[in-house]
């Protein structure tokens, strides 16, 4: 390619979002991407997949990668939650990193910081909630300098994801860093997430925001079926929440089955927002014994 054949590409990267858990990865991913493409809760570790987001200006297209929020564990499902994020950043073309700044960086923190030490060159750092209560960025900068002296204070910016501010600033700096290249997808996509994906997601969100308490990282959500009814017009699903144990079905039921209720009429709510059918959700539970422990399992739903 020549250079003037060069010079009129825009711009176009992948971009691995990373952070420790609740740092509100996902709720800035959906601010900039302009849509709901990632389900948001307070639980950590609900991000469970690479989500994609798209962003496309005039100057080009950025594919956010959303991925699960990194902590110390040895359990089988967060080492594979880790293997998404580290391929998400050995990936991607550049990194952004989100910190809380209304909490001070610990031993997770540390760890991330050494991760990303190799790849400093392709890190930017949004540190939000800097409108929380005790939100001190004089401390998380002072860690960065420590900890990752590489990456320049021109490449570190101020935002509030849940307010909407600083992420402009930021946006364009993504974008004059990004490599010029072809667009990955068509410029009306703001995500590539398949239908059924996308219900199990909204799901789950719902499920995990009404059993915080209970079972949050004890269940997933399996859509069995789905069907166009109505001349294309509705768009019927039955869907499982599926527990680890028995007696954990009942938790998800609820007394008079008002618990599932409330999680499917939230769901459709949802659902009926983001796609073009009137959704009919047939919401359902079942068990799949001690199911973060099978191997196989795992990789179809993290992998996919």
């Known amino acids: 390619m020549g250079e003037a054949a060069s010079a009129e590409l825009k711009k176009a990267a ?57 902590h110390a564990s040895e359990k089988k499902l967060n ?15 550049l990194i952004l990193y989100v910190l809380d700044a209304s909490r001070p960086p610990a031993a997770e923190e540390d760890a991330i910081a050494c991760r990303l030490l190799p790849l400093t060159e392709k890190v930017i750092v949004a540190v939000n909630k800097i409108d929380a209560r005790g939100a001190d960025y004089e401390k998380v900068g002072a ?18 994801a849940l307010k909407d501010e600083g992420t402009g600033p ?64 509705k768009l019927w699903v039955r869907a499982f ?19 599932i209720k409330s999680i499917r009429q939230a769901a459709q709510k949802d659902l009926n927002r983001i796609f073009e059918w009137k959704i009919e959700l047939d919401l359902r539970v079942k068990t799949a014994h001690d199911w973060r422990h099978n191997d196989g399992l795992l990789k179809r739903l993290i992998d996919r």
Do not use: W
């Not at 590539?192 to 994906?197: E, G, P, R």
């Open 14 to 70: 992948f971009v691995a979002v990373v952070g420790r858990p609740s740092v509100g990865k996902s709720t800035l991913v959906n601010l900039l991407c302009g849509e709901k493409v990632a389900i948001v809760s307070a639980v950590p570790q609900t991000t469970r997949n690479a989500i994609r987001g798209i962003v496309n200006r005039e100057e080009g297209q950025l594919v956010f990668v959303d991925t699960p929020g990194r």
């Open 79 to 93: 080492k594979k939650l880790m293997s998404v994020s580290d391929r998400s950043m050995e990936e991607g073309d």
């Open 143 to 160: 860690f960065l300098s420590e900890k990752l002296p590489g990456v320049k204070t021109e490449r570190c910016f101020k935002v509030s």
């Open 170 to 233: 930021l946006l364009t700096c993504l974008f004059d860093l990004a490599p010029r290249g072809d667009a990955f997808y068509p410029a009306d996509y703001y995500t590539d997430q398949d239908v059924q994906f996308r219900i199990a997601e909204i799901i789950r969100e719902k499920a995990i925001s009404r059993l915080r308490e209970e079972l949050p990282h004890s269940l997933y959500v399996d859509v069995a079926d789905t069907e166009l009814r109505e001349d294309g017009k």
């Open 241 to 259: 929440i599926v527990t680890e144990r028995e007696s954990q079905k009942g938790m998800v039921v609820g007394k008079g089955g008002e618990m």
